[in-house]
């Protein structure tokens, strides 16, 4: 059989891109390969489960874009497919005055990009929404929320299988060739013919886009972000959700804590170098995964530009009272006692060859290819809308 279109990757991305497909494409067949045994196996089910608002992002890219749109098709998503999810909202923290003037250009991006009811708060009102936060101002965001991404996948995965189009587990893309217009897809197992080949593979992105002969101007760099959980005699002292301001620098929001929709409430990630694309654990370390990202330039330059905030976050990563030291300028009461471990999740992070950080949702397109190179939060938030991205540049590049 020669399918239509055929997606690599069961990911939020990956499914929500072969979801679109399959209602802008009436009557394709549509194949999805997976590598894993299960859907959401990493990325998408190792994040710490937030619908994002949109408020942090370039005005115009695809991150504020996506994220808007994507928030609002997957809350209503979740509605007609009885997904569990919650609007518990969230405020974005200014600890000191110094921090105040990032605050309010934060708030200004957020009017920008259209964020429905955010608002400035003063300490007072900050401690009524989060009556154990520390804060001199805050923005409220009331329309993010919590959500159960692997749920989502699952629903998505259900229909796709419902509708014919079949997700195959165990079949890790090994390479991808043409002949003669049609596309042989190489896994472990057997190849596999299509007409169009979508790769959203997350941390092996830019493997699987070598393997189909493109070069692209960007390297995967795996960080691990590192998590603690609260104590039940803890959890009453969150609400919803509670952010610093992010690092204008750095593409990480900072340790902060996120309610979790199944329960609980969630502390941090900081965010460590991982010597693994999939090294869940401080002791993961694969030799190629590692040279992969060593031997590349830009390594070294980012290295170099952001060593000292390097050591503080492998500090935090060894150091629970660094880690803690954190939490307490957000929640001053937290002690030592409330926290308890949980399992890390690991971020791709794309790096260009001068060292700096892919700060946006990244697609190399062919005449039957696209490539998914760098989606990084908020693409689960935003997954729909990939979905709908990529049917866009579907309709263009391969002339459909």
């Known amino acids: 059989m020669v399918y239509d279109f055929t997606v690599a990757g069961a990911g939020i991305v990956g499914l929500s891109t072969a979801y679109k497909l399959s209602r802008a494409f009436k009557g394709s067949s549509i194949l999805v390969l997976e590598k894993e045994n299960n859907v959401a196996a990493h990325q998408t089910g190792h994040n710490s489960g937030v619908i994002h608002s949109g408020i942090y992002y370039q005005p115009g890219s695809y991150k504020a874009r996506n994220c808007v749109e994507g928030r609002l098709q997957i809350v209503e998503f979740c509605k007609e497919n009885g997904i569990n999810h919650e609007i518990c909202g969230k405020v974005i923290v200014a600890a000191n005055e110094e921090e105040i003037p990032r605050l309010l250009n934060l708030y200004k991006r957020g009017l920008e990009n259209n964020i429905e009811g955010i608002r400035l708060t003063d300490g007072k009102e900050l401690r009524e929404i989060e009556p154990h936060a520390s804060g001199v101002r805050a923005i409220h965001v009331p329309c993010a929320g919590i959500i159960d991404f692997p749920a989502v996948c699952a629903k998505l995965s259900e229909k796709l299988t419902a509708a014919l189009h079949p997700v195959l587990f165990n079949q890790p893309v090994e390479s991808v060739h043409q002949t003669n217009g049609i596309l042989s897809i190489k896994t472990k197992k057997e190849t596999f013919k299509t007409r169009h080949f979508i790769n959203c593979t997350g941390l092996h992105s830019d493997r699987v886009a070598r393997s189909a002969g493109i070069k692209p101007n960007i390297k995967i760099v795996p960080f691990r972000g590192e998590y603690y959980e609260l104590t039940k ?25 996120t309610k979790m929709v199944r329960g609980g409430v969630e502390c941090g990630p900081n965010a460590v170098f991982a010597f693994k694309r999939e090294g869940y654990k401080k002791t993961s370390f694969d030799f190629t995964d590692t040279i992969d990202s060593t031997d590349y330039p830009g390594f070294w330059i980012m290295a170099g530009k952001h060593w000292k905030m390097g050591l503080e976050e492998m500090y935090r990563s060894f150091s629970k009272a660094g880690f803690l030291k954190n939490l307490q300028k957000l929640i001053p009461s937290i002690e030592m006692g409330h926290l308890k471990e949980s399992p890390s999740g690991v971020r791709a992070m794309a790096l260009l060859p001068n060292g700096e950080i892919l700060d946006d949702f ?37 002339a459909l």
């Open 233 to 257: 005699e803890a959890e009453h002292k969150v609400k919803g959700l509670i952010y610093p301001l992010p690092n204008p620098d750095f593409p990480f929001l900072g340790v902060h804590f």
């Open 362 to 398: 990244y697609f190399e397109t062919t005449e039957r290819e696209i490539h998914v190179l760098n989606a990084p939060s908020p693409a689960a938030t935003a997954g729909l809308a990939i979905g709908d991205e990529i049917v866009k540049k579907a309709k263009n590049s391969f």
